[in-house]
């Protein structure tokens, strides 16, 4: 569909970011509806399998070593816990889980050993299986896509120009590397970024430009409002208002119209009316389960009665891939 594009100019994308924010949200409902099952939201479980302990000085994250937020360090869980809990987030209706870890990058060492094996056997829960553990190889992604990974979240997190007032411990470009290495890889992509770091409008619309420009967009776009945690940079931070985070939503829908915009951190925050204007927008994609990697969010019961009211419904898994599936590769490969 000629809706696709990946030659936006940072003006057009400017012009949709500013339209008056109801003929936005009509924009990119209409746009939603063209490219998928309007009220279907895929639903990711989120767990921590190693926590704390970070290198790297990401300014909202409570997980970098340098900072002191009172996150306890947890080392590389053991595979059957992560299995159990993956089990319990299936019973709980998620179709994706999501593991992540506070790494600068992956090792090649007995941890990504491990992390493997937690991969392959999560993919046996015939689950969609994602992973976070920072900046990857072109030899790591490839061994995580054998493994059985459906998607690898890595996220720009703002504009290349604001990059350094949040992280100095490695550049914009290192992401992209990871993003191709991905790409390349077969895996499908998960990247986006936080909103209310003190950037501008521009970085938004910046941050956006860089996403769908790439060769490929990604799969998914996560949109995290900050949740400003006690101890790092960004702690004393003010929160944005729910409207910023529609207009961002609104317009990753028009940019990117085939991938799944993900209301990601913050949803704890906002009214059922104001996720419900957010899924209007065009967002299809949450995290359930009440906690992310170390904060809280919204109860399972609150998202179930949410998803009750509004009349949404949780997406199947490997809906848009069946041939990811765990059982078709198999067949294909006997
Ligand atoms: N260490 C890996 C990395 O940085 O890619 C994976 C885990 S890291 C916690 C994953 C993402 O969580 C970050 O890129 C950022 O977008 C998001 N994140 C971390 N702390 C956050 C916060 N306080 N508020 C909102 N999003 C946050
Ligand atoms: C994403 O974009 N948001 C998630 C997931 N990808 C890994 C992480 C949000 C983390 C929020 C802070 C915390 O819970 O530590
Ligand atoms: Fe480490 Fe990732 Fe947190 Fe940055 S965002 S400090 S890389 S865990």
């Keep these: 569909m000629n809706d696709i594009r990946n030659n936006w100019t940072r003006e057009e994308i400017s012009d949709i970011y500013h339209r008056p924010l109801l003929q936005l949200v009509l924009e990119a409902a209409d746009m939603h509806r063209r490219h998928h ?32 937020t009172g996150v306890k ?25 999501c593991m992540g870890a506070a790494w600068r990058e992956v090792r090649d060492n007995r941890d990504f050993d491990r992390v493997l094996e937690m991969v392959k ?15 990857l190889t072109e030899s790591q992604a490839a061994r995580l896509a054998e493994a059985g990974l459906y998607a690898y979240n890595h996220n720009i997190d703002t504009s290349e120009d604001y990059y350094n007032n949040i992280i100095q411990t490695r550049q914009f470009g290192d992401r992209i590397d990871t993003l191709s ?9 998960c990247s986006g970024g936080i909103i209310g770091m003190g950037e501008t409008d521009e970085d938004r619309i ?24 006690e101890g790092t940079p960004l702690g004393e931070s003010q929160r944005i208002p729910f409207y910023d985070l529609v207009r961002m ?9 085939a991938a799944a915009a993900r209301l990601s951190a913050g949803r704890l925050e906002l009214s059922l009316a104001e996720q419900g204007m957010c899924f209007l927008a065009g967002a299809n994609s949450i995290f359930a389960g009440d906690k992310l990697l170390t904060t809280p969010n919204p109860e399972f019961n609150s998202d179930l ?15 848009d891939k069946p041939e990811m599936r765990p059982k078709e590769k198999d067949a294909i490969h006997a």
Excluded: W
Aim: glycine fraction near 6%.
């Design 73 to 97: 360090v947890q080392a590389l869980m053991k595979i059957a816990e992560v299995v159990e809990k993956a089990q319990e987030a299936k019973d709980g209706g998620a179709s994706r889980f």
């Design 37 to 68: 099952t309007f009220g279907e939201v895929q639903v990711s479980s989120l767990l921590s399998i190693k926590t704390g302990g970070c290198s790297e000085d990401c300014a909202y994250c409570p997980q970098a070593a340098r900072y002191h």
């Design 121 to 135: 056997a999560v993919n046996e829960l015939d689950m969609e299986v994602c992973c976070t553990l920072g900046m």
């Design 181 to 189: 290495h991905v790409r390349k890889a077969g895996i499908t992509v």
């Design 249 to 257: 939503i609104a317009t990753v829908r028009l940019v990117m119209p």
């Design 305 to 319: 009665e949410m998803f009750g009211i509004l009349g949404l419904k949780p997406k199947a898994a490997f809906a």
């Design 206 to 229: 910046a941050m956006l430009h860089t996403l769908a420009t790439l060769p490929k967009h990604p799969e998914s776009v996560p949109i995290n409002a900050l949740v400003p945690v």
